[in-house]
Structure formats: C-alpha cells, structure tokens
C-alpha cells in the first residue's frame, strides 16, 4: 500500500446522536482572557542586559509576586543557575513579542542550548534528518466539505508582522525563534523539577477555593483514550522508527488553570530500567502559559528521569526558523461546523535522531546521543506508538475534574463532533510505510473519557474518535 493511497479525499461520516455526554459540560467554556497578569519586567532586557540581572537579584525581589510559590531560598538558586547554564553562550539577532508578555529571541542555530546542552558542537549540527528521503513518504492530503486541512503557514512567523512594540515578528535564516525562559515563570513552581514536569506539584495554597491540596502533587492524576500499536511483544526487540497523523484541532476546557487536555502523538518504549518518550501534539495548558486557555503548539521529551517541553530544557535542537513551539492556534474545530486538521509527525533518521515535524516542515530534532539503547530506551528505534488524547486531573473539590478530552463529545458523536485522529501511520525498522500489526484502542477509565478505535477503512486510514467530559454521574 502507498502513502497516496491513505491519503486520499476523506468520506464524510454521518454524525451520531449524542450518547453519555453531559450537557453542563459541553456548555462549559474556557475564560477568554489570561487568568492572571504577566510580570514582565525580565522580557525588557536583551539577552546580555537578562543574564547579568539574572545573575544579581535577590530572591526578595519575586517573593511578593502573587504568582510566587519558591519552596525554599535552595530552590530559588537551582533556578538562578540554570538560566544562567542554560543561556551561556546563547547569541540572539533581535527579540519580539510573540503576544502579551510572551518574548521570543531570535537565537542562532549554532549557540543554541539544544547543542551545548547535549555536548555538541556547530560541527555537529544536522539541517536535514539522514539517510531518508521525507518526500517520499507523505503527500498533499485533499480536505473534504467539513474539513481544513491546515498548512504550515497557520503557525508559522511572517517576515511582514510586526508586534505591538514595532518589532519584526520573524528570524532571518540561521536563526530560530526561542521562548525566553525567565526567573519569573520558574518561580511559579514550588521546585526547580516542577517547573519541567508534566505533572507539577503547586503546593497546598491556591487562591480557587474549590481546589483539594491533597490531590497535587503525589495524587494528581492524569487519564488517557488512545489508538495504540506495539509493534513487538519482546521489549528487546524495537521495530518502530516513526508514526505521522492527521490530527483534529480542538480546544477543550479545562476545569482549573494546573490541568491540562491535549492530542499527541507518542513514541517510546518502557521496561522495567526505565522509561524514554517524543511526543507531539496541541495541549490547553494554562499553567504552562500564564493562564491562558487557547490551544497551542508543543513537543515534549522524557528522558534520563526528567521531563522537557519544546526548548525549556536544551533537548531538542531546533532547525527551523519560522515555527514557534508553544504557538497557539487562530482557528480550532467548533461542534457542527467546520473541523481543523494539521499533521504531525515523529519520525527517526538513519543515524538514530529523532525528528518531529509540522505538515512536511522539519522543526528540529532530539539527538540519538541523549536517549539509551537498552530495553527501555529509544535509541534504536520505539517499541510502541500512541495517538489519541490525555487529560490531567487534580481532584477539584475532591471530585473528578470536569475538564474535556479532546472536543468534549464522546466518540460516539462521530464527526463534526468528537475529536479524531486520522490516517495513523508508522514507519518500520526498515523505513517503510505500516498501518500496523496490532492496532487497538485503550482508555484508563471509559466512564470518564472513551475511544473507538477503526482500523483501515477508504480514505481515512487507521483512525480514532476519543474523548469525553470528564465528571458525570459514572465519573465521580
């Protein structure tokens, strides 16, 4: 089978009377403003006049803030020594605000974290992925009545767009666009781990009421609905090199600002020394963006115990100069009109790095050196492949969150409705194109949050409906 023949005009599937969705829920929307003002008195410097404050001010400084949750004066320091580490021989072109409050330097490829930070050198940089030819495995994907099919460009800087302070919202060629990461967005976190975890721990004040400090943190839960293919049952033997998907763009609500709700793609392997993922995606993640509810752009990383979104933590090395990660989406699907889909994928090269892409545009890549080669590792290659939805709970007022999975319409709903992810595709040990072997859908817990999983059928490919919304009378 070709890649043109999956990708094809898709077919209209009817959309099914609702079933199991609760009404208050699916009425529920996100605020439309941010939750809280963003301090930004660290985005006014240049990256020289930012590290030498950095480098002096006190601790004193952050602890009025009503955002300030820094444990201890310990915690303060490791993340005063990590921007410093983390930005040391960083050159950046020229600065702008990608919106309020939210800066992004113009860093060059060759002084980016994601090489100094992995050992690497300008020597070392990859501008292309090895040993594959990516035109070869994916073609224009025809929209059908119902459906965008979104482009690259919906993402991408224009060199003509300026910001609201007159600066050219766009890097020049060798140049990539890097979110500044700031003292005053880490001390948000009780920890220097928290600020990088998937799952942070906030602390047991908050100023929403209904929250339950005993959820966070060691109790705070997270929920998935999925299509998932392992491609061997022997988690010595790693056949996976890549999974590419057209992916329905939503934006779900999400009960609390801590929570979050996305639809990524996953590759990883995981066995009893450990565990190693890529993942892609959009996710509404408020905590993540000072309090804002719009759907975003983002990859993420687990590796050597750690967690790492787009460049926070020098994982990834990013190639591309127009693709923001962290961006948010203009245009999300809405229940009965038109639906949003953009491609995404994560696809290994010959030399065992690790590539993610938007639509057929590299982004950057994670370098083989960082990841292990043994039964938990992906260095050789992913020994399962996921795509669907996952949700984050923290047990408001001790009950089930009521934030949505995907579109918040259960999977029966069908199209126009529930989320969906369409012509799932892999790419195998050898680099060829696969539907899988053993496709199937799992949720960890159907009462909350579903799935149906459809395996390759006319234009659509392999492909799931999941999603849900959250907290009902089978969801306490």
């Known amino acids: 089978m070709t890649i043109s023949s999956i ?4 077919v209209i599937l009817p959309a099914i009377l609702l079933g199991g969705v609760s009404e208050e829920n699916i009425q529920d929307v996100n605020p439309e403003a941010r939750q809280f003002e963003i301090p930004d008195f660290e985005n006014q410097y240049t990256i020289e ?17 009503s955002i300030y949750r820094v444990k201890s004066k310990e915690e303060f320091e490791k993340m005063r020594e990590y921007i410093l580490g983390y930005y040391k021989g960083v050159e950046s072109k020229h ?13 060059t490829v060759e002084s980016q974290p994601g090489l100094t930070m992995n050992d690497l050198s300008s020597a070392d940089l990859l ?3 090895e040993g594959i030819d990516i035109d070869s495995y994916i073609k224009d994907s025809e929209n059908t009545e119902g459906e965008v099919v979104l482009e690259v460009n919906a993402l991408a800087l224009r060199e003509d767009n300026v910001d609201s302070n007159g600066l050219q919202m766009y890097c020049e060629a060798g140049t990539f666009p890097m979110q500044r990461v700031t003292l005053t967005y880490l001390v948000q976190f009780e920890s220097f781990d928290d600020a990088f975890n998937k799952y942070p721990n906030y602390g047991e004040e908050f100023d929403i009421d209904d929250v339950d400090p005993t959820a966070i943190g060691d109790g705070y839960e997270h929920e998935y609905a999925f299509a998932t293919n392992d491609y061997d049952s022997d988690e010595d033997d790693h056949e996976g090199r890549g999974i590419f998907a057209y992916f329905n763009i939503q934006n779900p609500f999400v009960h609390h600002w801590y929570e979050f709700s996305l639809s990524q793609l996953w590759a990883y392997s995981d066995g009893s020394d450990g565990f190693e993922s890529i993942e892609m995606g ?4 408020p905590y993540m963006h000072w309090g804002s509810y719009e759907t975003r752009l983002f990859i993420f990383s687990f590796r050597d115990g750690s967690d790492c979104y787009n460049t926070m933590c020098g994982a990834f090395v990013q190639t591309n100069s127009s693709i923001p990660l962290g961006a948010k989406y203009a245009d999300t699907s809405r229940a009965g009109g038109a639906q949003y889909t953009s491609l995404y994928w994560i696809m290994q090269d010959t030399s065992n790095n690790w590539w993610v892409f938007l639509d057929d545009d590299a982004i950057g890549y994670y370098p083989a050196s960082s990841y292990d080669n043994g039964p938990a590792g992906i260095k050789d290659g992913a020994a399962t492949f996921d795509a669907g939805g996952e949700i984050s709970d923290a047990h408001p007022g001790s009950r089930h969150t009521r934030t949505d999975m995907g579109s918040g319409y259960w999977p029966s709903s069908g199209f126009r409705y529930a989320a969906y992810v369409r012509n799932i595709t892999y790419v195998t040990d050898s680099w060829d194109l696969s539907y899988g072997t053993s496709v199937s859908g799992w949720s960890s817990d159907p009462q ?5 999983v459809f395996a390759p059928s006319g234009s659509w490919g392999n492909h799931v409906f999941f999603g849900g ?4 009378s089978n969801c306490q």
């Open 7 to 10: 990708l094809t005009p898709l």
């Open 49 to 65: 006049e930012f590290l030498d404050y950095v480098e002096e001010v006190e601790i004193s400084s952050f602890e009025p803030l």
């Open 95 to 107: 600065s702008f605000f990608l919106e309020e409050g939210v800066k992004y330097d113009c860093v």
């Open 127 to 129: 501008t292309e992925p």
């Open 282 to 285: 959009w996710h509404v993640a």
């Open 448 to 452: 909350c949050y579903g799935q149906n």
């Open 469 to 472: 919304s959250g907290r009902n």
